[in-house]
């Protein structure tokens, strides 16, 4: 089992850039595929992106690609994300999530773990 807390969020304008990070608990962080989600008020909650447990591949929704980076560090038990170019479109609870199992879609329901989430506001 894995307990995640996620950090960094905060109001930014439009064009800024923030780093999220996720803080790990528990024992076998480097076998647990991690990823971020996103929620606005009134919207589901949405893929953001992804990384293996290794690190080597990522992968990103269409919306963000180019914008963000996912990234982890496995010694310190945490997964980052930069975020760059902000839009208000952005704006949203962060959520961290982790799971074990390797394949299948990058859904919501198919994460194990989750994080509080931590609000990004990008204003414009």
């Known amino acids: 089992q894995v307990q995640l807390t996620e950090s960094g969020g905060g109001l930014v304008q439009a064009g800024g850039s923030l780093r999220l990070s996720c803080a790990a608990s528990?024992?076998?962080?480097?076998?647990?595929?991690m990823a971020w989600f996103r929620q606005a008020p009134g919207k589901e909650r949405e893929f953001v992106a992804a990384i293996t447990s290794s690190g080597g591949s990522t992968n990103y929704a269409d919306s963000v690609k180019g914008r963000f980076t996912i990234s982890r560090d496995n010694a310190k038990n945490t997964v980052y994300l930069q975020m760059n170019s902000l839009k208000p479109e952005d704006t949203a609870v962060y959520y961290c999530?982790?799971?074990?199992?390797?394949?299948?879609?990058?859904?919501?329901?198919?994460?194990?773990?989750w994080g509080q989430g931590t609000q990004a506001t990008v204003s414009s």
């Open positions: 528990g024992r076998f962080f480097n076998s647990y595929r």
């Open positions: 999530a982790a799971r074990l199992s390797i394949s299948g879609p990058n859904t919501p329901g198919r994460y194990d773990y």
